[in-house]
């Protein structure tokens, strides 16, 4: 269960020079957020006891070591059960192509983001390795031509004041 942690400005300002740059100096992301190193080094602290903060890492750039080639493996299993439904996910977690899993609704149960050589390495794993797997119903892959992403989270800001998507009805009036 997740739980809602109140940030401010200073904590948001904070975690977007992270995100941009985890190896920023203290004193550095101090100054640019406009605080004292003390009370940075605080509030970073704080963050990682809350969970906001989960991790420092690198990122790859997948084509510079020879994984040229994204792409979505969409995945349905069959019987849908709990048991089920987690071996799949620790089998795909486990597979060295695998980036992530996302566990999701609709036609599909699962969506697998894979990195590989070539084409002829994705077809493989999803022909060679996923689809002989027993609790495997259907494959169906879609390759990545482009990513663009945001880096990190951002705060959504409240929108209390706007109206509903839907206004309500209104009662048409009959005329005698």
């Keep these: 269960m997740s739980r809602n942690i109140e940030l401010d400005a200073k904590d948001w300002a904070i975690l ?3 995100q941009q740059d985890a190896t920023i100096p203290n004193k550095d992301l101090a100054a640019a957020v406009g605080l ?5 080094l605080l509030r970073v602290r704080r963050l990682r ?22 792409a979505f493996v969409a995945v349905q299993v069959r019987p849908h059960t709990r048991e089920v439904f ?25 969506l697998v983001l894979v990195t590989v050589a070539d084409a002829a390495h994705l077809q ?22 482009e990513r663009a992403e945001v880096n990190g989270v951002r705060p959504i800001p409240r929108r209390d004041d706007q109206p509903p998507l839907m206004a309500p009805r209104v009662k048409a009036r009959r005329r005698p």
């Excluded at 004292?36 to 940075?40: D, E, K, L, V, W």
């Excluded at 192509?97 to 996302?102: A, G, L």
């Excluded at 999803?126 to 119903?137: A, I």
């Design 124 to 145: 493989r794993l999803v022909l060679d390795v996923m689809s002989r797997r027993s609790e495997v119903s259907q494959v169906q892959s879609s390759l990545i031509y």
């Design 49 to 70: 006891e809350q969970g906001v903060i989960t991790g420092i890492h690198a990122h790859v750039a997948p084509a510079t070591v020879g994984l040229g080639l994204e």
């Design 86 to 110: 987690s071996k799949f996910a620790d089998f795909a977690l486990s597979l060295p192509e695998t980036r992530s899993v996302f566990h999701v609704s609709g036609a599909e149960d699962f």
């Design 36 to 40: 004292a190193p003390s009370t940075c």
């Design 16 to 18: 977007a020079r992270l």
